[in-house]
């Protein structure tokens, strides 16, 4: 419960002294909001809050968020006016994401006590999160700072993408799941086998072999407004170029969303075959950035919450 919620009231100070009227009352009533835990209860509300945000989330992407991570919400009188989240990646990391106040409730130190009830949960690891504009001065004021700029690449897929034979890439199998989240573990330096093997379970996944092993991996799946592809990992941007290329094949006319890393140089390509920049956003880490092993990377992000 919030410390500093109240109910004020003020009467005469003197009533036996008062005008023969009726005395007059002041009442200056706060709602008190109470920090909790998410729950699927909250889910719905969260719901709302991403609608008014105006972020194409459904409510099966809020779920498989909140199955994978956990988070905190704010409840006032029963309605959820704020949400973050949290995904914990072994002892050393954590990411955060989805942080949300809704407009009428935004500007009281709400956005605060979400994100500093992240950070308390996070327990001493460093965390990595994708910052708009509007939230880099909160972020900096907790010791954030930037690494990195993600760009959002959209747009329905009305291009004719095909992929050649003999590029190593093909359908992944079940078999595959522990080298391709030991591969993640390279690319991302954190260990997400929980978090790879979800995202598996409800998208569907491409590899690339070389010299007979696993060395790049991408993830399409349900969200927003259609599909998103992402992660996407390899050792070369021509294997990551393939790996999209197939994924991307199987997407024709439908709405696709790939989220990447600047640094990588794959906006131009994206916007040839019509998947146009929307927006960028930065990419921030209080305390130690987690380091890739040898030649692998992450090109392609799951969200810019999971990163």
Known sequence: ?????????????????????????????????ELMKLETRHLPGALKLSQEMGWPYRLEDWEF????????????????????MSWIYGKAFATVGMIIVTGPAQGGGNGSRLFDGLLEAAQGRNVLLTSTEEGLALYKRRGFTAWGTVLQHQGLLTTAVTRGTGDGVRQATISDLAAIQAFDERATGMPRPSMVAA????????????DGRIAGYAISR?????????PCAAESDQDARLLILAQLSKLHDQFVRIDIYAEDGLGDWLESLGL???SSATAMVKGQRPVSEGSAHMYALANQSFT
């Open 65 to 84: 968020a909140a199955t994978v991570g956990r988070g905190l919400v704010l409840e006032q009188a029963g309605q959820v006016i704020g949400t973050a």
């Open 199 to 210: 995202l598996a379970d409800v998208g569907k996944v491409v590899v690339v072999e070389r």
């Open 276 to 278: 146009q920049q929307v």
């Open 1 to 33: 419960m919030e410390r500093n919620s109240k109910v004020r009231l003020q009467f005469d100070s003197d009533q036996e002294t008062a005008p023969p009227m009726a005395p007059q009352l002041e009442r200056d009533i706060v709602i008190p909001s």
């Open 222 to 230: 349900r969200f927003g407004r259609g599909y998103v592809i992402g």
